[in-house]
């Protein structure tokens, strides 16, 4: 072991503690990794700070924008009540809200989603007088276990990039256009009835039911204030500007394109047109998940940077050397879960897959069965809200505390952990 990758060990279990003690904000221990990594010489300017010009985020600070907009008109109250008819059961309202998520996500991914819904679950709570705590984990949750699950949007051609993975090591590529859909329909079948009954049961009622738009406000800023209202064709010319962006998120992960074109444009034709000023734009978009991200980003650099992967590579490799076809893919499982609950899942599937590929070519393996098992373990991310995006903004709209999201989080990932075990091996045998 080499001293950066001791350093980045270091930092990497520090993080970790400082999140589980409670005493410091994840937005503010995730900021100290890229300043640590760079005074330590481990990554350099760029490669610390480069979460700061990443796609995803440009892309989710200007859907902030946007959903502040939604925040200050009618629709989202309107939408409730098309959805979910007057007062309604916490399941009932569950499940008005399972409906768009599982449509948006046959086209965009789990953080998307988010921005999009967050602001349509606080009119909807808003209008049926029920705290944003009892919904947010489960939209999350839902958001990520149903996007790309059907191959018809920017996922529809990642079966090609697995094969090129597998053929550039050497091996033959075997997975197929439905493959990645295969590997999930027993997790989309099981967990998603425990997430729309069970799941919103257990959350914590934390009191957050927020003011519906008009209503006087009670926080530090309103003192009695009225919110601020928009006209009517300022509500209808946000309506459109919102469909627009929505339209445009999915047409450009439809072609592959940047969704942040879409995002970016919404957001600023929101505010030339005024109906969002810029402080509320500068307000909307110093979100903690923006910074929980660029911070967090650097992480998995850093561990492929200084070789860090390849000890862990080697370190598998030598655990697993005598163990069955069905060990080693439990064992892949374990790591990969227990690291995605710290460092982004899309980080850790896109680390480790390659590593499985590896591991698969070299001992004559069918490459599907690990690949596909590192996809499910990072894709297990219920735990705490570093496992994935969509998670975060769960946790921050939610107002919860790490504590409520390992109660909620446990059962899922036992659920999803033993489809996994009774299905994936039978399915996609490693030998």
Not at 11 to 39: D, N, Y
Not at 131 to 155: D, E, H, T
Not at 261 to 287: C, F, H, K, P, W
Request: charged content about 10%; aromatic content about 8%.
């Amino acid at each position: 072991m080499t001293v950066q990758i001791g350093i980045v060990l270091c930092i990497f279990l520090l993080f970790i503690a400082l999140i589980l003690s409670g005493k410091t904000k994840i937005h503010v221990a995730a900021m100290m990794i890229p300043v640590a990594l760079e005074i330590t010489g481990v990554l350099g300017f760029k490669d610390a700070w480069g979460g700061m010009l990443n796609s995803s985020i440009v892309m989710m600070a200007g859907m902030f924008v946007v959903g502040a907009a939604v925040g200050k008109t009618s629709i989202v109250s309107r939408l409730s009540r098309t959805l979910i008819k007057g007062e309604s059961s916490d399941f009932r309202i569950m499940l008005g809200l399972a409906v768009p998520i599982i449509l948006l996500s046959c086209v965009i991914n789990a953080t998307a989603i988010m921005t999009i819904m967050i602001p349509m679950i606080t009119g909807i709570c808003a209008e049926q007088k029920r705290p944003l705590s009892k919904f947010m984990f489960a939209s999350a949750c839902l958001a990520q276990l149903w996007a790309g699950f059907i191959p018809i949007g920017g996922n529809a051609g990642g079966y090609l990039a697995q094969n090129t993975i597998v053929e550039n090591l050497g091996g033959v590529g075997t997975f197929t256009y439905f493959t990645n859909m295969i590997v999930k329909i027993p997790a989309v079948l099981f967990v998603t009835p425990v997430i729309l009954w069970l799941t919103v049961k257990m959350a914590p009622d934390l009191g957050n039911i927020p003011a519906q738009a008009g209503s006087r406000e009670s926080g530090a800023e309103g003192k009695g204030k009225k919110a601020a209202s928009l006209t009517s064709k300022q509500e209808k010319l946000t309506a459109v500007i919102f469909t627009a962006t929505i339209l445009g998120i999915i047409a450009c992960a439809c072609l592959k394109m940047n969704t942040w074109y879409a995002s970016s444009l919404g957001a600023l034709a929101l505010v030339i047109t005024g109906i969002v000023s810029d402080r509320e734009a500068i307000q909307a978009m110093g979100n903690p998940v923006i910074f929980i991200t660029i911070g967090t980003m650097p992480l998995s650099t850093a561990l492929k940077s200084t070789g860090a992967d390849v000890l862990l590579a080697d370190t598998f490799n030598s655990m697993t050397g005598n163990m069955s076809p069905l060990m080693t893919m439990v064992c892949m499982y374990i790591v990969c879960f227990i690291l995605t609950q710290f460092v982004t899942n899309s980080a850790v599937n896109n680390a480790f897959k390659t590593l499985a590929a590896l591991i698969c070519v070299q001992n004559g393996y069918d490459a599907r069965a690990l690949m596909l098992t590192c996809q499910e373990a990072s894709s297990n991310c219920y735990l705490t809200p570093m496992a994935a995006p969509a998670m975060t903004m769960g946790y921050e709209a939610g107002g919860y505390k790490m504590k409520d999201y390992l109660k909620m989080g446990i059962l899922l990932c036992i659920v999803r952990f033993v489809t996994f075990l009774v299905y994936v091996p039978i399915v996609f045998p490693l030998k």
